[in-house]
């Protein structure tokens, strides 16, 4: 009788695990689908709980964000899109899960923004708090500039400086630092022409309620209002 009973509880430990397992991973995607979505509720624009295309078409060529298909999985969806127009700005917002490899993934919370004119051809901005933050898996581009201020070593990555643009300069680096010191966690930046996105630096961050991801989306406003 105890052979029977000690594999049946075994079982019943197992099952038990994988039902608290699910359960929790199931709150928390709805937990974090619930910010998008009361983001869109609260700034009277679009929700969509899958990506239609949108963001493809927007992040095709950015860095680690921009990867849709992965060898494993096949193809890969954005979820919780928040899209429309926000201070005069065509916004859009979404998160996103990718894997680099075995045992490496990651989910980007994202706020992207259009502006009418290109401001840099092809750069990001990395804010470090210490030389060990440069360090990147997905970021293609070489270091062009690096600017010391007094919360952030600012780095930036281009094919060359020229494609920066006005992003490297020294009174754009210091806005940037300064806003970024007042929010609850260290953003990244990517741009290409008129396209901008931000989104947690950190690979362990995650965005906690509406006011975080406001905080997200007016660093790339700041960005695209230069």
């Known amino acids: 009788m105890k052979d029977i009973l000690i594999p049946l509880g075994l079982l019943s430990f197992l099952c038990f695990f994988v039902y608290v397992f699910i359960r929790t991973a199931r709150k928390q995607r709805d937990a974090k689908a619930s910010i998008f979505e009361n983001f869109a509720t609260r700034f009277k624009i679009f929700y969509l709980k899958t990506d239609d295309g949108k963001v493809q078409q927007f992040a095709f060529d950015f860095d680690g964000i921009g990867r849709f ?22 916004i859009i917002l979404f998160r996103h899960r990718i894997r680099f490899s075995e045992g490496w993934a990651r989910e980007w919370f994202v706020a992207g923004v259009k502006r009418q004119n290109p ?16 360090d990147t898996m997905y970021l293609q581009d070489p270091v062009v500039k690096e600017f010391e201020t007094s ?16 992003i490297s300069n020294d009174d754009t680096l210091k806005r940037l630092a300064k806003f970024a010191g007042e929010i609850p966690f260290r953003p990244e930046i990517q741009v290409r022409e008129n396209r ?11 965005i906690e309620n509406v006011e975080n991801l406001e905080s997200l989306l007016k660093i790339s406003e700041k960005v695209a209002g230069i």
Do not use: H, W
């Open 196 to 206: 901008i996105v931000t989104y947690l630096a950190d690979r362990n961050e995650v």
């Open 69 to 90: 298909k992965s060898p494993s999985l096949g193809k890969i969806l954005p979820k919780d899109v928040v899209f429309g127009k926000l201070n005069g700005l065509q």
């Open 151 to 166: 919360s952030f070593l600012m780095v930036v990555r281009a094919p060359n400086l020229s494609s920066a643009g006005i």
């Open 119 to 134: 401001i840099a051809k092809r750069c990001s901005v990395q804010f470090c708090k210490q030389r060990a933050d440069r």
